[in-house]
């Protein structure tokens, strides 16, 4: 049943919808042009555009989906007639075929969807070397491949227009699931007692993931706010965004210090225990809900919740009379805070829950005129090619790197008269990244995958010649392929070799030498992509990494100024406000995506890891710790700021300008006296001390402590808390950016 329900799942998915697409628009005119003309030639070439525009269908708007589809035509169609025109001159090609795949790859600098015009657009370039003139004129070539694009690009929008709910259903059930796994991690911490870097390591990978599914989410459902206005559907979707990102603010703003609640319960770790349970039981709900969404379950409540919340007051209850107050004070806080905010996610739940019931409590939904500023937009300024026109910059160095080795890759295969030397291309093209990492990995999955595709082939030539055989074969395999190409490369190698063996199969009876030169082309193509990242102008992670630390901490002090500015005013949250959380989310996200890419490099280049990744745990700490206290301050009726308060933020400010400064190598005297700093952390705590004795007084006195006393002690202490943190930490920042920078000094 569990396979079953796998298969279905599979069959459902939004990879499965474009696979069958994309393998309909490329069987069908085969089959059509071979019935009425008795020749695949025509269908072939309509075929090639398809598959050259189908890399631009991602998920986001259509409007960005059709842009990027038929720039992807034009440039396909334009380097299918430049290189089938000069393809039999050498002295021409070799470097129009460098200049050509240096400009084309260049053009990744302008983003995600401007990287995958940039790979559509090397498909056209080197399959144009299969083209074959004495079966169809090069104009008519051209134009077919452009006809095939045109037709990839109906066929994609009318399924994105009459299925719409596929694409943001997957995109939710992805969002959810990563959600309740970073829960799940979150949970772990709290108890975990000897090293947490594991678990960091994972919570790095996975924000990154959800930061990746929330841009695209973002760009489907306030695209059509702002397009189309208001549908029910479209309000729906954004209120359950709306509540997933509440729970994501709320797990990663978790105000918990752990090194000091490790101090403070080292002897009732069973009172941590249940707070754990509780998260893996919030994190189990959520997967309950993806479930909901695929259809595979009924919405039910969790009936688990409720008694685990109630068992958490109970060993609140239990620790502060154990333990007696006042010394209990400071962790019954720390238990009512984390209680508080696990409160809140078990809310965002119970919305998700409403939301999916149809039913809709909250009418407060971002205005038309403001959604636009969420969705992320794409720098298409022309300055950004001359910016990056320099040896800094990783795109410029991978354009530049891939020209070559392509030149090298085409000097190979006709030196060595290979049967299909565009296959070595072909291989270069797909497997190089700009990281070495990535490129490494889809090295070894690429040759993996094609030596497993091999031998299935050949076995299954030895059994059967039947060709009814070896097309069902293709055809599936193109279709498998395709939909998972993005979740399991190695074994979409493994069906791409199949298909393309097959298919050569049907016209070709020397098929298994079809399958040697693939298995040589690709050993060639892998050798060369691997060999060129690591010794050709590499671009290790460490020499670029500092440009991800510098946009961090300058989102984090403009998200910090917002918080501060919100403390004072109070109120409805601005836009703003907003704003600088999602800048500061993503940027953390990117730097996080940038140390794992550096995790990927050879042990011998990941300079100063040690440092690095502890730079990387305290700016994400440092963004828990905001969220946290942002969170607080929203959702709670605060006192008067003190001045107090605004002395640790200034100078916290001035810390994290300085370490940029430091980052740039502009280092600035700039006062960093910390005595102001301990005058006011003083005040702060005599004020909380002073708190604590009124509220003793009142105990002594038989009264119940007032609703007030307890508001101001909770904001005191964890105010307090997270600002002393956040100042510390920003000490921290300065003085890991100092030991990396001497540690350079030094090797110099």
């Not at 986001?60 to 089938?84: D, E, M, N, P, W």
């Not at 998260?279 to 709900?285: R, S």
């Amino acid at each position: 049943m569990e396979m079953l329900g796998k298969i279905n799942r599979f069959i459902k998915s939004f990879s499965f919808l474009k696979a069958f697409v994309l393998a309909f628009s490329m069987l069908i005119p085969i089959l059509i042009s071979n019935a009425v003309l008795g020749d695949i030639t025509v269908g072939f070439s309509i075929a090639l555009g398809v598959l050259f525009c189908s890399p631009t269908d991602v998920p986001g708007s259509l409007r960005h989906k059709f842009y990027g589809i038929l720039i992807a035509v034009f440039l396909s169609f334009c380097f299918t007639f430049l290189f089938g025109l000069i393809g039999q001159t050498n002295w021409i090609i070799i470097p129009v075929l460098g200049i050509a795949v240096f400009l084309v790859s260049y053009l990744s600098v302008f983003g995600f969807r401007a990287s995958l015009i940039s790979f559509s657009g090397l498909m056209s370039i080197i399959l144009s070397f299969a083209y074959d003139g004495t079966k169809i004129s090069l104009i008519n070539h051209a134009l077919l491949v452009a006809s095939g694009g045109i037709w990839y690009l109906i066929l994609s929008m009318s399924a994105s227009l009459l299925l719409p709910k596929i694409q943001t259903d997957q995109l939710f059930v992805s969002l959810i699931e990563k959600t309740a796994a970073f829960l799940k991690v979150r949970g772990s911490l709290l108890v975990c007692k000897t090293n947490r870097d594991e678990l960091y390591h994972k919570l790095f990978k996975l924000q990154t993931e959800i930061n990746e599914d929330h841009e695209s989410i973002r760009e489907i459902i306030l695209s059509k706010r702002t397009n189309s206005g208001f549908s029910h559907r479209t309000r729906r979707q954004q209120l359950l965004f709306s509540e997933l990102m509440d729970i994501l603010e709320l797990a990663v703003s978790n105000p918990v210090n752990y090194e000091e609640f490790d101090k403070v319960f080292k002897k009732h770790t069973e009172k941590i225990e249940t707070f754990k349970e509780l998260t893996f039981e919030l994190a189990d709900q959520l997967e309950h809900i993806s479930k909901v969404i695929r259809k595979e379950e009924k919405l039910k409540p969790n009936t688990k919740i409720p008694e685990i919340l109630k068992d958490i007051q109970r060993n609140i209850d239990y620790y502060t009379i154990l333990v007696g107050l006042p010394k209990a004070r400071v962790g019954s806080l720390m238990l009512i805070n984390l209680k508080h905010y696990q409160e809140k996610q078990i809310q965002s739940l119970i919305g998700i829950e409403r939301i999916l019931g149809n039913y809709i409590s909250n009418n407060k939904i971002i205005d038309i005129k403001d959604a636009n500023r969420f969705i992320t937009p794409q720098d298409y300024d022309f300055k950004k090619l001359i910016e990056n026109f320099s040896f800094k910059s990783p795109i410029f160095k991978h354009s530049l790197r891939l020209s070559i080795i392509v030149i090298i890759g085409f000097l190979v295969g006709s030196f060595f008269s290979m049967q299909n030397p565009y296959w070595i291309l072909i291989t270069i093209v797909v497997i190089m990244r700009p990281s070495y990492g990535l490129t490494r990995e889809r090295s070894i999955q690429r040759v993996i995958g094609t030596l497993i595709g091999a031998a299935i082939a050949t076995a299954i030539i030895f059994i059967t010649q039947n060709t009814v055989v070896y097309s069902v074969i293709a055809i599936s395999s193109l279709l498998l392929a395709f939909s998972i190409i993005q979740s399991n490369y190695r074994n979409a190698a493994i069906f791409i070799t199949l298909e393309v063996v097959f298919v050569y199969a049907i016209i070709d009876p020397n098929v298994l030498s079809v399958i040697k030169f693939r298995i040589i082309d690709t050993l060639i193509g892998a050798t060369l992509a691997f060999l060129a990242n690591y010794f050709l102008l590499p671009a290790w992670q460490f020499q670029s990494i500092q440009e991800s630390f510098k946009e961090a901490i300058e989102a984090n002090c403009a998200f910090l100024k917002q918080i501060d500015i919100f403390y004072h005013k109070k109120g409805e949250v601005p836009t703003v406000y907003k704003l600088s959380r999602k800048e500061a989310f993503l940027a953390i996200g990117n730097l996080n995506a940038a140390f794992q890419r550096m995790s990927q490099d050879p042990k011998s280049k990941q300079k100063e890891y040690a440092v690095i990744y502890k730079l990387i745990t305290l700016n994400n700490t440092f963004l828990s710790s905001l969220t946290a206290l942002g969170m607080f301050i929203r959702n709670n009726k605060t006192t008067i700021v003190p001045v107090h308060f605004e002395v640790i933020v200034s100078h916290i400010i001035t810390r994290l300008k300085l370490a940029v400064a430091l980052l740039d190598d502009k280092e600035r005297l700039i006062d960093i006296e910390r005595s102001e700093v301990e005058i006011a952390q003083k005040k702060y705590e005599a004020y909380f001390k002073n708190l604590s004795k009124q509220s003793d007084k009142e105990l002594e006195e038989g009264l119940e402590i007032s609703k007030e006393m307890r508001a101001q002690l909770k904001e005191t202490q964890l105010v307090s808390e997270q600002i002393n943190w956040l100042f510390n930490l920003s000490e921290k920042l300065i003085s890991s950016i100092k030991k990396i920078k001497a540690n350079r000094e030094n090797k110099v």
